[in-house]
């Protein structure tokens, strides 16, 4: 191992074959010194990803092409034997993956899972495997852990399926940990928490942590340096704190600058809320589980005026997508009233999804799609129809002769244009926005969103745009309601909210949020360690 | 969890499965050398089945006049001569006791083994996309009732209840179209199961509930955002039923309740053949092996059929790859 | 639980009148002369008259069916001619024709097609399970192709046709085993399972197909989860990853699919009984259609049609044992 | 290999009331002619007592009643048990079709008129138990046959005796029959409505069984019916699908000539496979090798094997059952009321395709009569419509046009889809492609068995042109010509089996003139002599009679195979 360093990579190449080739990563070199912590930060397609997998030779016999030279805690992973590889795998190198539900055996206890990792790289009893198991989970925090270690990934909360494989990683005493968006699946709070826990070990344990994510502000809190990639090549790279505060490069800046900020200037001139075009009293929707009844929305009563924007911000589960669902019509309230500028037709509400993909049906195409709201209402001329379909792909910016090009054609920003379009078709008075952005790269993302900003003014459009993001909430939105457990737990201006919360939920939710600031970071990170233990 | 089953019999998910066009399907089918090969077969057991009075005309027999000069009467019509009597004139020989030509039974025989089973699964089909739809449309009460029907077809034994109602049928009433109603009417509920699971998957899906806020009926969605969704398992599922048709007509034929003389089937020759194992094998042997021959291409074109539509199970470096890969990305949701 | 025991047990009763009658009525429009049958080819009109009225096929239909809904709760009395005879609930009726009680004549019966079902089960299991882990294991090796290939073949194969084939060679010209009759395990255990070999044999070779299909599907699904993926990543052995989390991934559909395929085998081995003289339910039932037999008839695919719905129950509560994640409903 | 085989009763009605009781009774052999079948076949050496015999059978003995067995002599395996009045001689070919004592001292005394007789038990004749057996309890075992419970029988007791049309049994009647009278324990007399001078041969059946009252358990009789041959039941489980038949120490062989018992022991499994039993026969291993079958046949495709390997055909016993295969018509329905069009369908049929479908030269034997050729029936050979072996078209054409049939003739022929080939759809087919060769397009209408035997049965739906086929009850032309041409004997609400719906004046006083006679010879050759006048009719197109061929153990000694039965006698054969 030469000077020192964890990580050797040079002239890292990557190739997906196939139909068409993908060329994943190109010519990639850098290098993580012992005990430190580099972030591959890019957005999807960058080859972050692929060359986290190169590092543990997780490409072998996949077809996939790599090229250069890789040298991982000492094992030339491109020269290694199977066995070599699988030695580095976990015990020198382990990785921790996104999903955590997904990536642990749902059949077996967690504690077992460890501790067959465990004896993978050691020579002890299956009872001392046990015993470390548990003694990992306990130190990642995993309350009762001689209990707990003989769960299933399925009775866990997201956090603590995280934590779980974070505490597999651990087993072995890795000289790396690999950690590959390890908090996007989680919410913001949890975010916070995995990430001072990673934080911690790297500190506590002398770990190299490597941070694949496509989150700046997750980087931000986490790193010592970045590196920025994009296309499978590195753009820039340097200390965390100076390629964040003075980026050189251009996309680097224009990355950060589509990243929504909670401390950016407001955009938006508060608009003074016309006639109601929506009011709901006293929602509330059960869903029936087995034989236990659920309650998703519980007493929710909120009212849109004429052009305005409110946000509902919520984490998972907290009702929020449910409620989306009760303002348009497609769900039925199981008790409470919804009154669309005086009547209870459902009328005029339309709504963006969440998923461009599933929101599209993958078998008709676009123009079809856009047009389908016209047809319904009985427009049958083609031409017509035709004219306004385009007029309409125009006015969310794409090429109107794409009308018979099918979903699949399109990248992830142009299909959720598309949504948008369909929305618009019918002049709705209110689009309810059911995280409409949250699919999207940050760049993609700020587009998306100032497209929306803009349709409104021009069109007089109310929005609901419900999010988990804070930050993306603030951006659009006139007033703000949290929902937590099926409540609105507070609800006000943007202002108000963001500046002054009174609830400790609200409190709590804009104290996870990650920074751009590293140095603020740390802050945040000491005053959050406080909250918890206050 | 037989919903399950059959889930994983059909592949995917709706949602998961791509636009994918008719032109990219038959490009992925001819990826499949096996695929194709089974497609040739069944392509010309389908061509003999249709071409069988040339084929007989250039043979110069039909399936139906006997010749008793051609068997040994006193030996139980044992047919004279080597390989059950085959020659010039009688390209596989001929039938013990009768004497009728064997290879014309074999051809006008395909005709009915393939167009039973053809039909049994267009109304299996039919039937089940009819059912399961409204089942995964209607209201909890019309699911519950349709649920419990589809129960109650599960519950039916096939072989029993064909037998039953063949029986009950008047006997004027042509029996190849008998049998394939029969088939269909008592086999349509693994259709129906996986046609109502995948629509209450399409039912919760975005596009569809866009369809919605766009002011469609109910059935108009049904129609025009479901049913092209519901292609591909439907499809895949029916690919694997049509050889499981031919088996059953075959074995009702075996039970003696099959296609009525003078008409061949395979399954009634099997039937009249499988005394005469050791006294004429070709007899067996040449019905027993065809049959074998067109399930297996059926089966083999099925599985074609089902790589084909559900890319997921395209192949296995692919599988990998997409497992090494996915969720790359999305929501934090 | 209970809940879910519950509902599926009003299921299943609901799915068993529905199919009793339809049979009802089916068989009420079924040409032949049920008391002419039953009494005889020169029986006189007087005499099948008084059978007729003896096996109350004058009553309408409804109330026939009524007494046959009663006989299940309540049993029934019959006449046995010097006397009266009982008919104990659950009680199925009596034959038309042999005079039998039907629960009898199913009590008689199950024993053979158990025989049979269970054998072969056990064998298909095996050979199924232990085929679709090896194509797995050597999978993109030409032992994998042979496999595949023979699960087709088996797949392909009608049983009447495999069957045929078994007898032509160990019993008739190989001559190592005896024409397949049923001996009763209790009478002679060795004898019960050489006869029964061949019958578990074909059984299993088309069944254990759909075993070795789904075990594999099953494991190379898993293969290609997260999860597994999870393992590679911490230097698990490609073998510990198919023999280990593989195959759990499989526990599931194939216990779900044993199970259904165990309840249906019960009335749906007809074939096989009957290839090689398994006087068992599937026959019996087969032989009770054609004599119009309609006590028998209903009994017998009630049974039958119980195993399945049974199964059906069996299956779910399986999987979701198997599978922790599926919530029973 | 699998054929499903049908239930008795059902195969009762389709097959010809006798022989369907296959099951229970019948076949026998007489060799290829009557000179192998003089000799007894089987392995040599004197037959000797002991042993145990195995019966391999397709159906099981469920009716294991005397009052519900509907046999031809007394059937195979109930007569081994139950005794009757009179019985079947035990002899090989023709000899064996002559009626002889049993429990009775002689054939019975006939009045003057045959319409009273007198039978006297022998002495010595014991049940199982020991009792002694009287003719109280053949009265009321005949009287039990009369119940609707124990339904089944043959309808001559019922149509002959006095009374018997309304009695309704001992269970409904518990006076009983006032036609039947036992003066005292020894003796029985019997009153019939009319003369019938073939009563000896009634009295073969099973219905004369003594069944002791007291252990009359009705319905449930059958599971252990009370024995007064030399077998007793000893286990009977499944509904008769397994017998054990163990000695009876209370039979005393002095009382019984016919009954050779050397077995001690009997084992009838049955529920077996058609095939697997010849498969065993002819494997002959272990216990099989003193293995018969009761019900089983060769078929044609083992009868190819069977010729090729001289060592199994010496195990086949063949024989002669008096039985008909014919093409019936029904004159009501059009065209078949013209006699040249029927003349013409006689001409047209080419029996040697037939008797191809049929099994073969081996398996069946051209009929040009109704009756079978058997001296006891008065056998006369005739043939009104010579079609020569293959048909003669030319004739038939020339038949329907001067019917008016010149541009051709569709016809419908009903048939069952029973594979019994006898009146099932091979046998139609050759039919169809036959004719043919006339003009005559021949229609299929397969009806599945029950709705057959309904059909052709009915008055009401009988159809004009089907397949059908008779067997005598006893060998004797009575039992054959009665049913099918007695214009008294058409049931018109009923089963019907005088298809042609015949009734002629003449033919009906010739019939009771011939019931009159009880020198059984005379009778025999005014039979023979009526069916020849009414084959003139053509009413029917008789197509083949059956010859039966069956395999039998190696170690099976003393085959004895009667004209009367046409298979191998279980109660003449040794194992040892």
């Known amino acids: 191992m030469s000077a020192g360093f964890v990580v050797e990579v040079e002239g890292l190449s990557v190739t997906f074959p196939g139909a068409q080739e993908v060329a994943a990563v190109r010519d990639l070199s850098f290098s993580l010194p012992e005990g430190g912590a580099l972030a591959l930060v890019g957005e999807s397609g960058s080859g972050k990803s692929a060359t986290a997998f190169a590092l543990l030779g997780l490409h072998r016999g996949t077809g996939a092409r790599v090229e250069g030279s890789l040298k991982v805690a000492g094992v030339d992973v491109g020269a290694a034997s199977e066995a070599e590889l699988r030695a580095l795998r976990g015990a020198k190198a382990a990785m921790v993956f996104q999903d955590p539900l997904s990536s642990l055996d749902p059949y077996y206890a967690i504690g077992d899972q460890i501790a067959e990792v465990l004896r993978v790289h050691r020579k002890v009893s299956r009872r001392a495997a046990r015993a470390r198991a548990v003694e990992v989970l306990d130190r990642v925090g995993i309350p009762d852990a001689v209990r707990r270690s003989r769960s299933r990934p399925h009775e866990f909360s997201g956090g603590m399926r995280q934590r779980a494989l974070i505490a597999m990683a651990l087993a072995c005493e890795p000289k790396l940990l690999i950690a590959d968006e390890p908090t996007t699946a989680l919410d913001v709070t949890v975010q916070a928490q995995i990430l001072d826990l990673l934080h911690g070990l790297r500190r506590e344990e002398g770990m190299g942590l490597l941070l694949v994510t496509h989150d700046v502000g997750v980087a931000a809190e986490s790193v010592d340096e970045v590196l920025v990639m994009r296309e499978g090549r590195a753009v820039e790279r340097g200390p965390v704190a100076e390629v964040l505060a003075a980026p050189a490069r251009t996309y680097t800046r224009t990355l950060l600058e589509a990243v929504p900020r909670l401390d950016a200037p407001l955009s938006r001139q508060p608009v003074a809320a016309g006639d109601p075009v929506l009011e709901a009293v006293g929602l509330r929707r059960e869903f029936r589980q087995g034989r236990r009844t659920v309650t998703a929305v519980d007493d929710v009563s909120l009212t849109v005026g004429r052009g305005e924007t409110l946000g509902i911000v919520g984490e998972s589960g907290s009702g929020k997508t449910t409620l989306g669902r009760m303002l348009v019509g497609l769900l039925e309230p199981t008790s409470g009233q919804l009154r669309y500028g005086g009547t209870e037709k459902t009328s005029g509400v339309q709504m963006v999804f969440q998923d461009p993909v599933a929101s599209l049906n993958p078998r008709r195409s676009i123009g079809e799609a856009i047009a389908d709201p016209l047809r319904a209402a009985g427009e049958r001329d083609e031409k017509v129809l035709r004219d306004r379909v385009r007029e309409l792909l125009e006015r969310v910016g794409l090429d109107p002769d794409r009308y018979d090009r099918y979903p699949h054609e399109f990248s992830g920003g142009q299909r959720q244009r598309v949504g948008i379009a369909r929305a618009l078709a019918p002049s709705p008075k209110l689009v309810v926005c059911d995280e409409p952005v949250s699919a999207l790269d940050v760049t993609t993302q700020a587009q998306v969103i100032a497209l929306l900003g803009e349709l409104q003014r021009d069109l007089g459009l109310s929005l609901v745009f419900v999010a988990h993001d804070l930050a993306v909430v603030r951006q659009v939105s006139d007033r703000i309601a949290v929902m937590h457990r099926g409540r609105i737990v507070e609800q006000g201006t943007v202002a108000e909210v963001y500046g002054s919360p009174t609830e400790p939920y609200t409190k709590a939710l804009l104290a996870a949020v990650p920074t751009l600031d590293p140095v603020l970071a740390a802050v945040r990170r000491a005053a959050r360690r406080e909250l918890v233990a206050a | 969890m037989s919903e399950a089953l059959l889930a994983q019999e059909v592949g995917t998910a709706p949602a998961a499965v791509p636009a994918s066009g008719a032109r990219q399907f038959w490009r992925r089918l001819r990826a499949q050398r096996s695929a194709v090969v089974a497609a040739s077969v069944v392509a010309f057991l389908v061509l003999v089945a249709l071409a069988a009075p040339l084929l007989t005309a250039l043979e110069g027999q039909d399936p139906n006049t006997f010749h008793p000069s051609l068997v040994d009467s006193a030996a139980g019509g044992v047919p004279l001569g080597s390989f059950g009597g085959i020659s010039a004139e009688h390209w596989l020989g001929v039938e013990p006791q009768t004497g009728r030509d064997l290879f014309a039974r074999i051809v006008y025989g395909a005709r009915v083994s393939l167009g039973v089973a053809v039909f049994a699964t267009l109304l299996q089909v039919f039937l089940g996309v009819v059912i399961g739809l409204a089942a995964g449309l209607g209201n909890r009460a019309v699911d519950q009732v349709l649920s419990r029907i589809t129960d109650v077809n599960v519950a039916m034994p096939l072989m029993v209840i064909a037998l039953a109602l063949l029986a009950v049928v008047p006997p004027e009433f042509p029996r190849p179209v008998l049998i394939a109603l029969v088939v269909g009417l008592i086999n349509w509920a693994g259709t129906s199961k996986i046609v109502r699971a995948q629509t209450l998957a399409l039912k919760s899906l975005d596009y569809v509930s866009a369809a919605r806020l766009s002011g469609w009926g109910k059935w108009k969605i049904a129609h025009r955002e479901m049913l092209p969704s519901l292609a591909a398992p439907v499809i895949t599922y029916a690919a694997l039923l049509v050889p499981q048709n031919i088996t059953v007509e075959a074995a009702l034929s075996f039970l003696g309740v099959g296609i009525k003389p003078p008409t061949p089937s395979w399954g009634q020759m099997l039937t009249d053949a499988d005394v005469w194992y050791q006294a004429a094998p070709s007899y067996l042997l040449i019905p027993a092996a065809l049959l074998f021959v067109t399930v297996l291409a059926l089966t083999v074109l099925g599985e074609g059929v089902r790589t084909a539509l559900d890319p997921r199970s395209q192949s296995r470096l692919g599988g990998v790859r997409r497992g090494l890969l996915s969720r790359r990305k999305g929501g934090a949701q | 639980m209970t809940g879910f025991l519950l509902r599926r047990l009003g299921g299943a009763v609901f799915v068993l009148l529905s199919l009793s009658v339809f049979l009802y009525l089916v068989f009420y429009v079924a040409p032949g002369n049920v008391a002419q049958i039953a009494c005889g080819p020169r029986c006189s009109p007087a005499q099948v008259a008084q059978v007729h009225e003896q096996l109350r096929l004058g009553d309408p239909l409804w109330l026939q069916y009524a007494h046959f809904v009663q006989g299940i709760f309540a049993g029934r009395d019959y006449s046995s001619g010097v006397g009266v005879l009982h008919c104990n609930a659950p009680c199925l009726g009596v034959s038309y024709q042999s005079d039998q009680q039907v629960t009898q004549l199913i009590l008689n019966k199950l024993p053979v097609t158990g025989s049979l079902v269970i054998g072969a089960f056990a064998l298909w299991l095996l050979l199924g399970v232990g085929t679709g882990v090896l194509s797995v294991w050597r999978r993109g090796r030409p032992t994998e192709r042979v496999l595949t290939w023979l699960t087709l073949a088996g797949t392909a194969t009608p049983v009447f046709v495999i069957g045929l084939l078994l007898i032509i060679v160990f019993c008739s010209t190989l001559q190592w085993l005896p024409f397949p009759t049923y001996v009763p395990f209790g009478e002679n255990p060795e004898q019960w399972a050489w006869n029964l070999l061949l019958a578990w044999v074909s059984l299993a070779a088309i069944e254990s197909a759909k075993y070795a299909r789904l075990t594999r599907s099953s494991m190379l699904e898993t293969l290609a989860e997260d999860h597994v993926r999870t393992f590679r990543a911490y230097g698990v052995s490609e073998r510990a990853l198919v023999g280990r989390h593989a195959l759990r991934g499989a526990v599931a559909p194939v216990i779900a699919l044993s199970a259904l395929d165990f309840g249906s085998m019960f009335g749906g081995a007809v074939l096989t009984e009957s290839l090689f003289g398994l006087p068992g339910l599937g026959r019996e039932l087969v032989e009770a259609v054609k004599v119009v037999d309609l006590p028998v008839v209903v009994g017998m695919v009630l049974v039958t049609g119980f195993f399945v719905v049974l199964a059906n129950a069996v299956a779910d509560l399986l999987y979701a044992v198997a599978d922790r994640r599926v919530v029973l409903s | ?576």
């Open chain 4, 1 to 576: 290999m699998p054929r499903t085989v049908i239930s008795r009763r059902v195969a009762v009605v389709a097959a010809s009331v006798a022989l369907a009781t296959a099951a229970t009774a019948c076949a026998g052999p007489q060799g290829d002619n009557a000179a192998s079948a003089s000799g007894a076949g089987g392995k040599a050496g004197a037959p000797q007592k002991g042993g145990t015999l195995q019966i391999l059978n397709r159906q099981p003995q469920t009716d294991f009643d005397p009052a519900r067995l509907y046999t031809s002599g007394g059937g195979n395996v109930p007569s081994l048990v139950f005794r009757t009045l009179t019985t079947r001689n035990r002899e090989n070919g023709a000899a064996g079709t002559k009626v002889v004592p049993d429990l009775a001292t002689d054939l019975g005394k006939p009045s003057k008129d045959a319409t009273v007789w007198t039978y006297t038990l022998k002495d010595g004749l014991k049940y199982e138990d020991g009792t002694a057996i009287t003719s109280a309890d053949i009265k009321y075992g005949i009287e039990r046959s009369f119940a609707a419970e124990l339904s089944g029988g043959a309808p001559y007791l019922r149509d002959w005796l006095i009374g018997g049309a309304d009695y309704q049994g001992p269970y409904k009647d518990k006076k009983g029959l006032d036609s039947i009278e036992v003066p005292d324990a020894k003796t029985i007399v019997f009153h019939l409505n009319k003369p019938e001078g073939e009563f000896p041969y009634l009295a073969t059946q099973t219905q004369t069984t003594p069944v002791p009252k007291a252990k009359d358990t009705g319905a449930k009789y059958e599971e252990h019916p009370v024995s007064s041959g030399p077998y007793k039941v000893v286990k009977n489980e499944n509904d008769g699908e397994k017998l054990l038949l163990e000695r009876n120490p209370h039979w005393d062989a002095k009382t019984d000539e016919e009954r050779k018992a050397y077995p001690d022991k009997i084992e009838v499994n049955s529920g077996l496979d058609p095939a697997v039993i010849n498969q065993r026969l002819s494997a002959s291993a272990g216990t099989d090798a003193a293995a018969v079958t009761t019900d089983n046949n060769l078929g044609p495709a083992e009868l190819a094997k069977v010729a090729g390997d001289k060592k199994l055909a010496d195990r086949v016993g063949t024989g002669h059952f008096g039985y008909t295969n014919y093409l019936a018509f029904n004159p009501k329905v059009k065209p078949f009321d013209d006699p040249k069009v029927r003349q013409a369908i006689a001409y047209a049929v080419d029996r040697s395709s037939v008797i191809n479908a049929a099994g073969g030269s081996s398996l069946a034997l051209p009929a040009t009569t109704n009756l079978p050729p058997q001296k006891s029936f008065g056998y006369v050979k005739y043939d009104h419509f010579p079609a020569g072996e293959s048909g003669n078209a030319a004739k038939a054409k020339e038949l329907l046009k001067e019917a008016g049939h010149e541009k051709g003739l569709t016809i419908t022929l009903t048939h069952s889809n029973a594979k019994d080939r006898e009146t099932s759809p091979e046998i139609a087919t050759a039919l169809q492609d036959a004719l043919k060769k006339a003009g005559i397009t021949l229609e299929l209408k397969g009806l599945e068995e029950n709705d057959y035997n309904d059909t052709i049965h009915s008055v009401k739906k009988q159809p004009g042109f089907f397949l059908a086929h008779w067997g005598a009850d006893w060998p004797s032309g009575g039992p054959f010509l009665a049913p099918l041409f007695d214009g008294r004997q058409i049931v018109k609400d009923g089963a019907n089996f005088n298809y042609a719906q015949f009734d002629d004046a003449s033919v009906n006083k010739e019939i009771d003139e011939i019931n009159k006679l009880t020198d059984l010879d005379a009778a025999a050759a005014r039979w023979g002599a009526l069916d020849k006048k009414i084959g003139e009719q053509a009413l029917t197109v008789p197509l083949f009679h059956p010859v039966y061929k069956r395999l039998y153990g190696k170690d099976v000694k003393n085959i004895v195979i009667s004209d009367w039965t046409g298979v191998l006698d279980v109660s003449q054969v040794a194992v040892k």
